[in-house]
């Protein structure tokens, strides 16, 4: 079992930052990848970043290319994702999830967590 617990949502206005942070407990968190989804309103929960168990491969949606960076701390069992140029599009629930297995690939997401909201203001 794992727990994955975010924080380091908010509201921001267009171009600014956010830094968001996943706090995992329980079971094997540095063998596992980890990701980042976001649930925009309406809209259903897309992929927006992962790393692997290492921290040595990362993915990003295109999207969020060069805005976004995915990092973990497996001592403290946390993994972030720092949020620059921030965009209204940008605004929805993001949500951490642990993976299966050590290197990403998706449709294996084991748990989840319950989302903090971002809010991008124009």
């Known amino acids: 079992q794992v727990q994955l617990v975010e924080s380091g949502g908010g509201l921001v206005q267009a171009g600014g930052s956010l830094r968001l942070s996943c706090a995992a407990s329980?079971?094997?968190?540095?063998?596992?990848?980890m990701g980042w989804f976001r649930q925009a309103p309406g809209k259903e929960r897309e992929f927006v970043a992962a790393i692997s168990w290492s921290g040595g491969t990362t993915f990003y949606v295109d999207s969020v290319k060069g805005r976004c960076t995915i990092s973990r701390d497996n001592a403290k069992n946390t993994v972030t994702l720092q949020m620059n140029s921030l965009k209204p599009e940008d605004t929805a629930v993001y949500y951490c999830?642990?993976?299966?297995?050590?290197?990403?690939?998706?449709?294996?997401?084991?748990?989840w967590g319950k989302g903090t909201l971002v809010t991008v203001s124009s």
């Open positions: 999830a642990a993976h299966k297995f050590g290197i990403w690939t998706m449709g294996a997401v084991d748990y």
């Open positions: 329980g079971r094997a968190f540095s063998s596992r990848a």
